[in-house]
């Protein structure tokens, strides 16, 4: 069975922001990494090359397959902040509807500048996916 590509790795966190070319999109990425460490009680670290996450967690799939991965985080991409969030919760779509400008995928929320959200409200998704995935995958 394949291993899962996205694994935890010992690459420094800030040095990856450093990275980042875009001045607002770097800052955006350090106060949701900020937000989340807060909300998480975890530090951060990276999952592969490009994303930062908190916490991690195993699953496991009725097809037999499974691994580990962070159970909430943010990866500044070129086109949007993307933050890796659960995406069946109560209260969900609620929060969705008022925290402002932002897109969503499949487990992805999507957030071209912080300006545009409400911070409380971005918050509260963070911790209700925080909180659904802590009841989905205890330990």
Known sequence: MAENKTQATAASV?????????ERRRADARTVAALMA???GEPAA???PS???FGRYRYKYDSGREGEMCR???SPRKAALTLYLASGYPM?????ARLGKHGTGKGCLYLK???DVDMAVLE???????ADNRARYPG
Not at 14 to 22: G, H, K, S, Y
Not at 92 to 96: D, I, K, V, Y
């Open 14 to 22: 800030e040095a990856f922001l450093d990275t980042v070319a875009d």
């Open 92 to 96: 969900r779509e609620a929060l969705l």
């Open 38 to 40: 807060k909300v998480s």
């Open 46 to 48: 990276m999952w592969g």
């Open 51 to 53: 994303i930062v996450g």
């Open 72 to 74: 909430i985080g943010l």
């Open 124 to 130: 509260e998704l963070i911790a209700g996916s925080l």
């Open 113 to 115: 500048s912080l300006k």
